[in-house]
């Protein structure tokens, strides 16, 4: 279970990377049937100030605050640097020791591959600084384009924004899909994008003047057996169908029929661990139509059948 939460920072942390941790993490969601988190952000020196990207940081923990953490996040660290402290490269080793969750963003991966936690592992992090950690960490399988990996014990993920990704697909592998949905709806951002998503998205930036595509999306989940279109999905954004697969790439970072089919997993995952529904029923529920269709998307998105995913996490411990 995911309770406690502890965010690593030292000198050089990026302030807006360590911001994305805490609006996942940190925030009171209980009202919207969020468990609260113990959060914490812990550094060598609790109490001393730290620079970070415009201002300093006063990390209110000591590393011993990580002994009893279920996670520990590493937000990015500016500019890479050739060194880090002794005492938080072991506080990382004794974490991985004892089974701790790890989490990365972005040149948050250097410390974990710097402490060895990374050998033999894939990982990932931002495009800018994948060649320099390639040949600084040759132990490690350092993959350029996705957005995160997760290896079990340890998640690492590209820049900011994939950082979210990462932080709601740990919360959704431990707490569930409803638990993640409701931290995505208040944060305003996709419920889910798949980890293996490029990173690079080659389109024009959006024009400001259009709105937001939040509405025809939350409009897509709530109608998730209907049929649709780009055309129809156009329409009721008020665009032309162009503009419309444009924005859509742009602000989901894959397109309407991937998106959509997305999300029906999400939902078939869902309806898998709070139903005891057939196959065939869940897959109508959720608009694949056929338990074969549900069966290559689910194991496409998920990794692994809906049978699989049922036993182990189905609330009910029911088969299909």
């Given at each position: 279970?995911?309770?406690?939460?502890?965010?690593?920072?030292?000198?050089?942390?990026?302030?807006?990377?360590?911001g994305?941790?805490?609006?996942?993490?940190?925030?009171?969601?209980?009202?919207?049937?969020?468990?609260?988190?113990?959060?914490?952000?812990?550094?060598?020196?609790?109490?001393?100030?730290?620079?970070?990207?415009?201002?300093?940081?006063?990390?209110s923990?000591?590393?011993?605050?990580?002994?009893?953490?279920?996670?520990?996040?590493?937000?990015?660290?500016?500019?890479?640097?050739?060194?880090?402290?002794?005492?938080?490269?072991?506080?990382?080793?004794?974490?991985?020791?004892?089974?701790?969750?790890?989490?990365?963003?972005c040149?948050?991966?250097?410390?974990?591959?710097?402490?060895g936690?990374?050998?033999?592992?894939?990982?990932?992090?931002?495009?800018?600084?994948?060649?320099?950690?390639?040949?600084?960490?040759?132990?490690t399988?350092?993959?350029?384009?996705?957005l995160?990996?997760?290896?079990?014990?340890?998640?690492?993920?590209?820049?900011?924004?994939?950082g979210?990704?990462?932080?709601?697909?740990?919360?959704?592998?431990?707490?569930?899909?409803?638990?993640?949905?409701?931290?995505?709806r208040?944060?305003?951002?996709?419920?889910?994008?798949?980890?293996?998503?490029?990173?690079?998205?080659?389109?024009?930036?959006?024009?400001t003047?259009?709105?937001?595509?939040?509405?025809?999306?939350?409009?897509?989940?709530?109608?998730?057996?209907?049929?649709?279109?780009?055309?129809?999905?156009?329409r009721?954004?008020?665009?032309?169908?162009?503009?419309?697969?444009?924005r859509?790439?742009?602000?989901?970072?894959?397109?309407?029929?991937?998106?959509?089919?997305?999300?029906?997993?999400?939902?078939?995952?869902?309806?898998?661990?709070?139903?005891?529904?057939?196959?065939?029923?869940?897959?109508?529920?959720?608009?694949?139509?056929?338990?074969?269709?549900?069966?290559?998307?689910?194991?496409?998105?998920?990794?692994?059948?809906?049978?699989?995913?049922?036993?182990?996490?189905?609330?009910?411990?029911s088969?299909?």
């Amino acid at each position: 279970m995911l309770k406690t939460v502890s965010a690593l920072v030292m000198n050089g942390s990026a302030a807006f990377e360590l911001g994305v941790v805490c609006e996942v993490f940190g925030v009171d969601r209980t009202e919207d049937g969020v468990p609260p988190f113990d959060f914490r952000v812990c550094g060598e020196h609790p109490g001393r100030p730290l620079d970070s990207t415009g201002f300093r940081l006063v990390p209110s923990h000591g590393l011993d605050a990580l002994e009893d953490a279920d996670l520990v996040v590493v937000p990015a660290v500016a500019g890479a640097p050739a060194g880090f402290p002794p005492a938080i490269l072991d506080a990382l080793r004794a974490a991985a020791a004892r089974g701790t969750t790890l989490l990365t963003v972005c040149s948050g991966a250097f410390l974990l591959a710097e402490a060895g936690i990374l050998d033999g592992r894939r990982c990932t992090l931002h495009w800018k600084h994948v060649d320099e950690f390639a040949r600084r960490y040759p132990e490690t399988k350092v993959d350029p384009d996705v957005l995160f990996v997760d290896e079990g014990s340890v998640i690492t993920s590209a820049g900011t924004a994939s950082g979210i990704d990462a932080c709601l697909h740990l919360v959704r592998r431990e707490l569930g899909s409803a638990v993640a949905n409701a931290i995505a709806r208040r944060m305003i951002v996709p419920p889910q994008r798949d980890g293996g998503q490029r990173q690079f998205i080659d389109l024009p930036v959006p024009e400001t003047e259009c709105d937001s595509l939040q509405p025809v999306l939350d409009w897509m989940i709530e109608n998730l057996t209907t049929e649709f279109s780009t055309a129809r999905l156009a329409r009721r954004a008020r665009m032309s169908e162009r503009t419309f697969a444009r924005r859509f790439v742009a602000e989901t970072g894959t397109t309407p029929l991937r998106w959509i089919t997305q999300q029906r997993v999400l939902h078939a995952r869902r309806l898998l661990e709070e139903t005891g529904l057939g196959m065939e029923e869940i897959a109508h529920a959720c608009g694949l139509g056929s338990g074969a269709l549900l069966r290559h998307h689910f194991r496409r998105v998920v990794g692994v059948t809906p049978v699989d995913y049922r036993r182990s996490f189905s609330l009910a411990g029911s088969e299909l």
